[in-house]
């Protein structure tokens, strides 16, 4: 039998349909890499096996009477650990939430269920879904399958590692800080951040918090860009509450592939350098584009302030995420907002002042941040796609000590900020725009290095089928050798 564990999703949802495998020998396979791989890895942080095989023997018996469910029929797959899944426990890395045991599903979890797609466990995140590395004091480190001593990313870190060492087919994640995409940079796997409001958040937060939140994102990780696609389209809808009184109609592609699109590429900027690595693979990437009719612009004139753009994204975020920050954890950042001095470094003044800002101050932040949105729009009326990095760098070793903000990463030699990696997240998160995240090679060392594809809003279509032309001249996920003999 052909090797499954790198098998697209769709792929395998078509050979169930085929009657070419059982749904339950499908879940099988997978649920035996986690049992071989997972030790080392330590993606997955729930398993739900029972429940699933019952879901899978039922969906076997709907296929023999031909009657399959949706587009992921049968498909094995696991979610975020911050999504609700009935009868599992939720707890976004805090041990006062360890036994926060769902009654119901996320909105996104109901959506891949009604299409055919059977949940089998849950991945792992860091402490409030808040750092660019996958630990928590409730399920311990997540490692990088191409190197254990590396950080998977995050904070759907998990999800990426599960995908690239074979253990699941499909992920869903959540970005607000570059969740989504950095661990699909890291990880050498798919990832697609949606437009704003494109997904219902419903089911994604801690017991204590019901309300969405602005930013947030939720989307897939695959290892194809069709995947994206397919998934996208399915978890793509009103918030419950608001179903009964409209239904999404989400624009085609503008673009047919990347003959005749419209590139604009932005590598760095003077304040926000990218090691060498990411940019030579991004040149290359720019230069198979244009080698297949593209047009490219490496210099594109920006009608925006970047780095006001990041002032503006770091007080919104900050503002955003204040509202899930558990008390000792406020105080905390109460007692370090308090004694700030004018030394003290931006991003930890920026981030703090953000949590503490009056409502009238965040009211004109986002009133600044509309009108940049039609900044955006008018760009990409002259552009189809921006390319930049999602990253300054590849996976870098795991890093726990102390506090985030004392943290560094090391760019071509050099000492960088650790927060360096949420300029390059905040670029569409801000205005709301789609990102869509490709691997496009790898680095000396076999890292893997990816790309993010940004489009206009609501043009999601158009950035997943830039990252499926970008798949068809070579821009693919690859295993890491650990992982992708048959087992």
């Known amino acids: 039998m052909t090797d499954l564990a790198y098998v697209s999703a769709t792929t395998l949802a078509a050979m169930v349909r085929r009657k070419e495998i059982g749904c339950l020998e499908l879940l099988e396979h997978f649920l035996g890499r986690v049992a071989e791989f997972d030790g080392e890895i330590n993606a997955l942080c729930q398993l739900d096996p029972q429940t699933a095989r019952d879901r899978a023997r039922a969906a076997d018996a709907t296929i023999a009477r031909g009657d399959p469910t949706g587009p992921l029929h049968g498909v094995p797959m696991t979610v975020k650990e911050a999504f609700d899944v009935t009868g599992l426990v939720t707890t976004w890395g805090l041990e006062s939430e360890a036994e926060n045991r769902a009654e119901k599903n996320a909105a996104a979890v109901d959506s891949l269920l009604r299409a055919g797609a059977n949940i089998f466990g849950k991945t792992n995140v860091p402490v409030m879904l808040a750092d660019w590395q996958s630990y928590n004091p409730v399920y311990g480190t997540t490692n990088n399958p191409y190197d254990l001593s590396r950080t998977p990313g995050g904070s759907s870190g998990g999800a990426a590692a599960a995908l690239a060492a074979g ?16 661990p699909a940079h890291f990880c050498g796997v798919f990832g697609h951040k949606p437009s704003f409001g494109l997904v219902p958040q419903a089911g994604h937060a801690p ?68 090691d060498c690595t990411v940019a030579g693979l991004m040149a290359a990437a720019a230069d198979a584009a244009e080698m297949v009719g593209a047009h490219v612009d490496r210099a594109p004139s920006f009608p925006i302030d970047l780095d006001e753009a990041d002032r503006l994204y770091v007080q919104l975020l900050r503002g955003s995420t204040s509202a899930r920050v558990p008390e000792p954890m406020l105080r905390h950042l109460e007692e370090t907002h308090a004694a700030r001095t004018p030394d003290d470094d931006l991003h930890l003044v920026r981030g703090n002042a953000g949590v503490f800002q009056s409502h009238r101050e965040w009211t004109v932040a986002s009133e600044q941040r509309h009108r940049l949105r039609e900044v955006w729009a008018h760009f990409f009326e002259s552009y189809d796609v921006l390319l930049c990095p999602i990253a300054p760098t590849p996976a870098y070793p795991h890093d726990q000590a102390g506090d985030r903000t004392d943290r560094r990463i090391m760019i071509d030699g050099e000492k960088g900020h650790y927060f360096e990696q949420l300029f390059w997240a905040g670029i569409p998160n801000v205005a709301y725009l789609p990102s869509t995240a490709v691997p496009i090679g790898r680095s000396r060392e076999g890292l893997p290095v990816g790309m993010q594809i940004i489009g206009p809003y609501l043009g999601d279509r158009t950035t997943i089928t830039v990252a499926a032309a970008f798949e068809e001249i070579g821009c693919t996920f690859s295993p890491p050798d650990r992982y992708s003999a048959s087992r």
């Open 167 to 182: 253990m699941t087919p499909l992920e869903i994640g959540s970005d607000i800080g570059g969740s989504i995409r950095n």
């Open 207 to 274: 017991s204590y918090h019901r309300s969405s939140l602005d930013v947030v994102a939720i989307g897939p990780l695959a290892r194809t860009a069709d995947d994206l696609e397919t998934t996208l389209s399915v978890i793509a809808g009103p918030e419950p509450e608001d179903a009964e009184a409209w239904s999404l109609r989400l624009p085609p592609s503008r673009l047919a592939g990347l003959r005749g699109a419209r590139v604009a590429v932005l590598v760095g900027t003077p304040m926000h350098p990218v």
